[in-house]
């Protein structure tokens, strides 16, 4: 990453404030970005609850130029392969002109109430680019309540690559606020790319 950069600078505070191995987590975006100019980002770490266990993740996500960014690390207790914890870290690097879907679903408290601008209870961001697709299919019927023949299978497939929760009493208000940015410059980085 280049080290002038104020969003660069932006992304490796937010790293480091996530608290979740700063050093491991911002050399391996730093690695999947390269010389690339960083037009946005999101930092999302989670702690979630496995049986007796608590496990922390961490998701990074940038915008550059050209591509769209995930890394993901996943800490492990000590195994049958390990005997002391490990993380895990990937990356992948994702051409703008694959990304074919941006979902932004928002959660507002009392609707009837809303003003524009008010910040979202939470955030739920979906991104689709075609690595991984649901199908969903079920039997399909006729209307005659009668009918006992075959009519095949009904269904549909979704593009599910990436799916973020953000909310605002388990990340802070700032974290919803860069999701919904981060969010923004992504749908108009691949709507620019349609024109």
Known sequence: MAKTSTTTQGLRAAIERSGY?????AEAVEAAVGGDAIRSYLVHQETTFDQNEVRRHVTVLVLTGTRFIVSHTDEQAADDTSPTPY??????SVKLDRISSVVLSRVVANPEQYTPGTLPREVVLTIGWGAVSRIDLEPAACGDPNCDADHGYTGSSTADDLSLRVSEAGDGPETVRQALAFAQSLSEATADLSR
């Open 87 to 92: 993380a895990t870290t990937s990356t992948e």
């Open 21 to 25: 191995y700063p050093a491991l987590v």
